[in-house]
């Protein structure tokens, strides 16, 4: 049985290295929020165009928004056929990217100049799951000299961070203290 003192010493370290990894991990993780500002439309090589950027958090987009849904984005696009003799009009598409309640997206879309008759939204930034199981936290026994341990680690970006506390005793039945191990390694 461990001695009322060292295992509040250890409680205490514990809290200590608890506080101290908490503190690290959300330094490494925090991200400051992104404000987007207007931008110039932009045409590339390709004959694509980077849409003008005019941000309005009170722009209301052109269709009917699927109940309890969040509005993420609005775009309006206006196509010219590629065909110059058959003289067809413009044809505007109105887009809204929406946040569904189960916190998926979709993208919403109508013409106020025609139909439409298709189309495809395709996820890419939440396509493939990604590991969310960046915690661990364990038990450790040193079976020579019979003394409890545990252990936290942390993934962040391709560093492993870890804490070791163990109870440390020299000889079966001797004096015991408390030691603890900080880990850095790199996950692959």
Known sequence: MMPK???????????????IGGGVTWYFTHQKPVVETAAPEVRQADGSVQLQRAPDANAKPAQIIPKGAKIIRIAQVTVQGADASLKLPPVTVDM????LLDRSQRVVASSPDGQIVGGVDIPVETAAPEDTKKWAAGLSYDVLHQTPGVWIERDVWRARLGIDLNQTRVTVGGPSGVEARLRVGVTF
């Open 5 to 19: 003192a060292d295992l509040i010493l250890l409680i205490v370290v514990l809290a200590i290295a608890g506080a």
């Open 96 to 99: 809204t990217l929406v946040r």
